[in-house]
């Protein structure tokens, strides 16, 4: 077990230390989304009674298209001098790279979280009247939902013409239940309607995850030695 | 083989104008909804051709995966196995079964998934199962475009709303999503291998129907509770014309399929035969 722990580690640290010098990803994610607030922000103009209803879903869709284009960079990167061929022929095993690769995504799209919600409170003016800390859970599950099928897919779609384009396109199809999930999850922890409560979403959430990185888990070595 | 193709399409033929001639004069006129409620006999034949498609569609995907290794081939024959047992005993025992499902329709969907595999496993090798997948995701996505399109057509007049977010609509208009983006993908890929990589994509596809199913039924449903098998009911003679229509269309599909998966087979065997010529022409030809 100490093996793949240690190579998951060693890849995971290495992406980190990459991001953490050049910040390519996660700039151009930021400023993705500080548009996208934005944007959306004007074009609405909401008060603070309507955006509890649509906020849920703007946060969410915003954060899903700013984490693909981390995700797009994620393999990207690696097909610069052949090191995902190295990582072909190494003993390594390829579901411990793989985690590595999902850890690290999850890690960028956390930090890009962390630092847009401040925003989306100001700009929205949102004030949760439900139990936000269950926010928490669906902000964890809604991530690692995102992160793990997109850095499946986006080893997937290495091997096609325009790959920027094809990751949203496999992506998106996929993803539409935890999407469901979160916004809806969201949408009811901001409004607080007594009737109603999150944990159904909150357990459907943790069901897709651990379908998906079972799937991704099982089929990943098989998609890396594709070519 | 090759006469059976003729005799298949005039069969189609025929079926295809008895059972439209059924679905316009002979099926009885609904009571409340009028005529508009015949394109019911081609919605719902459509929507279960396109469903056995896709669904034919993941066991051939299923066999591409599995029979690139010796060892998980011979685990997956005994994990399917486990699962028809598993259903059949599971009808019976398990009480009580969620609302709309019986134990005969249970274990008809086991003894399905059973007989699909190892039909497909007989009678396909592993370059075969790959074209077979290729065939019914085509012809299913027309399948559905045609229950998408046909939908809203009833919807408008019986419903009043071309479309609304209903657990059956949504699920369809998914499904159809994710197997565009597997066409897609088929279409895009500059990889040898895009088999595994489609077929992996299909296996994806399959694990989030269920997924999305339960995110949307968790909305009250506004499709109408399916008549068969359903605890709904429906007239003995408009049962009899939906069957037959089915059946037409089970058999243009087949015809489709069937036409679609020589011309890959052919197309795949030029290929071969032009990369092997290369292959043996002389050295000089290159320079």
Known sequence: MSAPTGITLATLTKDIRLEWRSKDAINSMLFFALLVVVVFSFSFDPNAEESRVIAGGLVWVAFLFAAVVALNQTWARELRNQVLDAYRVSPAPANSLFLAKAMGNFIFVAVLEALMTPLFIMFYKLHALGPAWQLIPVAILGTWAIVVNGTFFAAMSLRTRSREIMLPLLLFPITIPALLSMVEATTTILVGDPSTSAKFWIVLLATYDVVFTTGCLALFETVLHAE | ?287
């Not at chain 2, 997956?76 to 598993?86: D, H």
């Not at chain 2, 098998?229 to 229509?245: A, E, Q």
Request: hydrophobic share 50%; net charge positive; proline share 5%.
């Open chain 2, 1 to 287: 083989m090759k006469k059976a193709f003729p005799i298949l399409g005039v069969l189609t033929a025929v079926l295809l104008s008895y059972a439209l001639y059924l679905a316009l004069e002979v099926a009885p006129r609904e009571q409340t909804m009028g005529d508009v409620q015949r394109i019911f006999y081609y919605h719902v034949p459509s929507a279960w051709t396109a469903f056995l498609l896709f669904f034919i569609n993941f066991v051939a995907s299923v066999q591409y995966l599995v029979r690139q290794k010796p060892q998980t081939d011979k685990v997956a024959n005994w994990v399917v196995m486990a699962i028809g047992v598993l259903t059949c005993i599971g009808a019976y025992v398990m009480k009580p079964l969620p609302q709309g499902m019986y134990p005969s329709s249970v274990v008809t969907t086991g003894i399905a998934i059973v007989g699909f595999y190892f039909l497909i496993r007989k009678y396909f090798s592993e370059p075969e199962t790959d074209i077979l997948a290729l065939t019914t995701a085509e012809v299913g996505v027309v399948f559905c475009t045609v229950v998408l399109v046909t939908g809203p057509l009833w919807a408008r007049p019986v419903w009043g709303i071309w479309w609304t977010w209903d657990v059956r609509l949504t699920s369809t208009l998914v499904l159809w999503l994710i197997y565009v983006s597997y066409l897609v993908l088929r279409r895009f890929s500059t990889s040898g291998q895009t088999p595994v990589l489609a077929a992996a994509l299909a296996v994806f596809g399959a694990l989030d129907v269920p997924l999305v199913y339960f995110s949307i039924w968790f909305f009250r449903t506004q499709h109408p509770q399916p008549v068969i098998g359903g605890g709904g009911s429906i007239d003995k003679r408009m049962l009899h014309v939906l069957l037959i229509n089915w059946l037409a269309f089970l058999s243009f599909a087949v015809l489709v399929c069937w036409s679609r998966y020589r011309l890959e087979r052919m197309k795949r065997d030029v290929e071969e035969t032009l990369a092997l010529e290369a292959l043996l022409e002389p050295r000089s030809s290159v320079r």
